[in-house]
């Protein structure tokens, strides 16, 4: 009887997240923003990249994501694809403060995880992402909070984007 209770069906194994899998989920999302902004340097189709990008990483198809992009205050929190789609290309008149974060265009984007947490099919991870423009200049910092989770077809997906730009106290006059 005991043994029965420790032993796990495939549908658990599937459903079991792996840092391995957070790390190259993160590795290929980043890859996937500087590939939105090269299609765009090249006039290329950049709505269908960041569609693609999209729907490869986040888990709209199947559920509500919760969505804070960076480097917004008006409407800082989107719950659906096309609030997430004008956040990384811009156009939307709906979001007008959106300017294309993933068009600025970037040449790469480097992750420091400060911690994960993984409790069967869901994980979290937290820390500090940086994002390299291609025009040169310093990184940019960004501070993020990923939830995963696995679909369906047991592919990593996020439910939670959350990232700010560091607080910067102001001088005292």
Same mark, same amino acid.
């Given at each position: 009887? /005991?043994? @029965? ?20 989920? @993160? ?8 590939? +939105? ?9 950049? @709505? ?12 709209? #198809?199947?559920?509500?994501? =919760?969505? #804070? ?48 947490? +993984? ?35 047991? /592919? =990593?997906?996020? +439910? =939670? ?13």
């Amino acid at each position: 009887m /005991e043994h @029965q209770k420790n032993v796990m069906t495939n549908s658990e194994t599937l459903a079991t997240i792996t840092e391995k899998e957070i790390l190259a989920a @993160q590795k290929a999302w980043g890859e996937g923003i500087v590939k +939105i902004g090269t299609v765009f340097q090249e006039n290329g189709d950049y @709505q269908a990249a960041a569609t693609e990008h999209i729907n490869e990483f986040y888990n709209y #198809k199947e559920g509500e994501v =919760l969505f #804070k992009p960076t480097l917004v205050s008006a409407k800082q929190f989107r719950k659906n694809f096309e609030g997430a789609l004008s956040y990384f290309i811009g156009g939307n008149k709906s979001f007008s403060e959106d300017h294309g974060f993933a068009i600025k265009p970037w040449s790469a984007v480097r992750w420091e995880n400060i911690g994960t947490k +993984i409790i069967g099919n869901m994980a979290v991870a937290m820390g500090n992402y940086y994002f390299t423009p291609v025009a040169g200049g310093d990184d940019v910092k960004v501070e993020y909070s990923f939830a995963y989770t696995k679909n369906s077809q047991g /592919e =990593l997906k996020i +439910i =939670l984007h959350d990232s700010h730009i560091p607080y910067s106290p102001v001088a005292a006059s």
